[in-house]
């Protein structure tokens, strides 16, 4: 019922601009926020992922680890692309990756826009100390970086074994 004198109040459409605009702006910010720790995130879980890989491979040499009944001369690392690295086994005496020769036990493929540089790079544990041969050579050391947009992280192998970040 409607009361004689009094106005029916509402808000503007300029009003209702405003907030809409306010709101956009806002979004836009959490948004780019997001993206720039989603990136760093990756990084760093894929950092963390390759070091686990590289000591798993020399604990499998340091446990002397068999597979299909065959004893193999060592594990290894190999980044197959920038996207992509597996760990391996030679049942020869190369200290390498081989196509056609190691067996891949596992292939990990990094998270979208992640890159890992060098793109050809192999470390390999031969047992049972293990001795660390960085691509076939049993000396120096080997920095791999991993990036995601303006986000990196590095991580460095030592014919010593260790490994660095």
Same mark, same amino acid.
């Given at each position: 019922?409607?009361?004689?004198?009094?106005?029916?109040?509402?808000?503007?459409?300029? =009003?209702?601009?405003?907030?809409?605009?306010?709101?956009?702006?806002?979004?836009?910010?959490?948004?780019?926020?997001?993206?720039?720790?989603?990136?760093?995130?990756?990084?760093?879980?894929?950092?963390?992922? @390759?070091?686990?890989?590289?000591?798993?491979?020399?604990?499998?040499?340091?446990?002397?680890?068999?597979?299909?009944?065959?004893?193999?001369?060592?594990?290894?690392?190999?980044?197959?692309?920038?996207?992509?690295?597996?760990?391996?086994?030679?049942?020869?005496?190369?200290?390498?990756?081989? =196509?056609?020769?190691?067996?891949?036990?596992?292939?990990?493929?990094?998270?979208?826009?992640?890159? @890992?540089?060098?793109?050809?790079?192999?470390?390999?544990?031969?047992?049972?100390?293990?001795?660390?041969?960085?691509?076939?050579?049993?000396?120096?050391?080997?920095?791999?970086?991993?990036?995601?947009?303006?986000?990196?992280?590095?991580?460095?192998?030592?014919?010593?074994? @260790?490994?660095?970040?």
């Amino acid at each position: 019922m409607k009361i004689f004198g009094q106005k029916h109040r509402g808000f503007t459409i300029i =009003e209702l601009l405003v907030v809409m605009a306010i709101i956009v702006v806002l979004s836009s910010v959490v948004m780019a926020g997001y993206w720039t720790g989603q990136k760093r995130y990756d990084v760093s879980r894929s950092t963390q992922q @390759l070091i686990s890989s590289l000591r798993q491979a020399q604990n499998m040499a340091l446990s002397g680890r068999t597979y299909s009944a065959s004893v193999p001369t060592g594990y290894g690392f190999y980044s197959l692309s920038s996207s992509q690295y597996c760990l391996f086994y030679n049942a020869d005496s190369s200290k390498v990756y081989q =196509e056609g020769v190691s067996v891949k036990i596992e292939t990990v493929t990094l998270p979208a826009d992640t890159t @890992l540089t060098p793109s050809s790079a192999s470390i390999f544990f031969t047992p049972p100390e293990p001795i660390t041969y960085i691509n076939g050579a049993n000396s120096g050391s080997q920095a791999f970086v991993l990036q995601n947009g303006n986000f990196s992280r590095q991580i460095t192998i030592y014919s010593s074994g @260790l490994v660095d970040f």
